[in-house]
């Protein structure tokens, strides 16, 4: 069994690998996606992590207003898909005092959505409260310390234990913690950043006041959506169908620049004079980081799962762990 892991100060413990949730009803059906979540636990993973913005729907209706794509690529079209068939899940079997659930806003940070957003996200997922709850992105619109009285006032009622962020920069993640400090709010205990070989910025700043201030950091896209796979070239019309990158194109500005490919290449031959599958070794340089709290899997299959499995049990020797982060050039 994985040994769990404080989040902050919160007096919340998780496991050390945490299932992303953003495929199902996107790219896997409900049965796949039981089958998965069973997996999981089955595995030892103790948290889920899902969002009200992860959905079949949700992702079809981006393509649609961002790109102007109207079609489908999707497994369905239902909105929020990834909260509906959580709770299904949890629904039909025993496992919820077992676990730490965890979903986000993603709709806009102001007081009144957060408390409807909050409803919507509790109702699909058949729950009275989620364990943790974190704000997907920052809404400039929105003064943080109204946002942090709202998260406060949920708390308070018992619809939340405790909360975190996605996607904020340090400076943002500080002023939260200052609006909290001054309030007398309950602060963010957890982070959720991108963080990969790909995508290793945290490394200057998010990390090191992570670790002085003692907050949980659970980042997503080890793999940078597939992307260190080595299966994408730059051609952004040769997408796999149906993966990440097929269904949500954005990842390319994201990913997609010389210093990544030439990464992806060093990634390659270091895996292959290791006898290590590339996967295997880009997870194993995040989820054995000795600052980082648990590592959030996506997973289409339970093979997935048992990657972040295999990953956490490499031991990366100081050189090695070296070599690779010359590689991202932070």
């Not at 959905?55 to 790109?67: E, F, K, Q």
């Not at 895996?271 to 989820?287: C, E, F, G, K």
Request: with cysteine; proline share 5%; hydrophobic share 40%.
């Amino acid at each position: 069994m994985l040994e769990l892991r404080p989040v902050g100060r919160s007096g919340l413990s998780i496991s050390p690998i945490g299932l992303g949730t953003v495929t199902f009803g996107r790219e896997i059906d409900q049965d796949a996606s039981f089958h998965i979540l069973d997996h999981a636990v089955e595995k030892g993973i103790t948290w889920i992590d899902t969002a009200e913005a992860y959905g079949g729907g949700n992702a079809r209706a981006y393509r649609r207003n961002v790109l102007g794509v109207d079609d489908e690529r999707e497994i369905t079209g239902e909105m929020g898909s990834s909260e509906l068939i959580i709770g299904r899940w949890l629904r039909a079997c025993d496992y919820r005092d077992r676990l730490t659930i965890c979903t986000k806003v993603s709709s806009g940070n102001s007081p009144e959505n957060i408390r409807r957003a909050l409803q919507v996200s509790l109702d699909r997922l058949q729950v009275d409260r989620v364990d943790i709850y974190k704000l997907h992105s920052p809404d400039t619109g929105v003064p943080i310390a109204e946002t942090m009285g709202a998260l406060a006032e949920q708390v308070a009622a018992g619809r939340i234990r405790t909360i975190g962020y996605s996607n904020f920069s340090l400076d943002q993640l500080r002023e939260a913690q200052e609006a909290a400090r001054v309030h007398c709010y309950p602060r963010m205990e957890i982070v959720q950043p991108p963080f990969s070989l790909a995508t290793a910025d945290i490394r200057r700043d998010i990390l090191p006041y992570c670790r002085e201030e003692q907050i949980a950091v659970t980042p997503f896209s080890p793999l940078a959506a597939g992307f260190l796979s080595g299966k994408y070239t730059s051609d952004r019309n040769a997408f796999p169908e149906r993966s990440r990158f097929h269904v949500i194109p954005a990842h390319a500005d994201i990913y997609f620049n010389d210093r990544n490919f030439q990464t992806v290449e060093h990634l390659r031959e270091k895996a292959r004079a290791l006898d290590i599958p590339m996967v295997r070794l880009a997870m194993a340089w995040v989820a054995t980081h000795p600052d980082v709290t648990s590592v959030i899997v996506g997973a289409r299959t339970t093979a997935h799962i048992d990657n972040a499995f295999d990953a956490l049990e490499i031991n990366l020797e100081p050189a090695l762990r070296a070599e690779m982060t010359a590689w991202t050039g932070v």
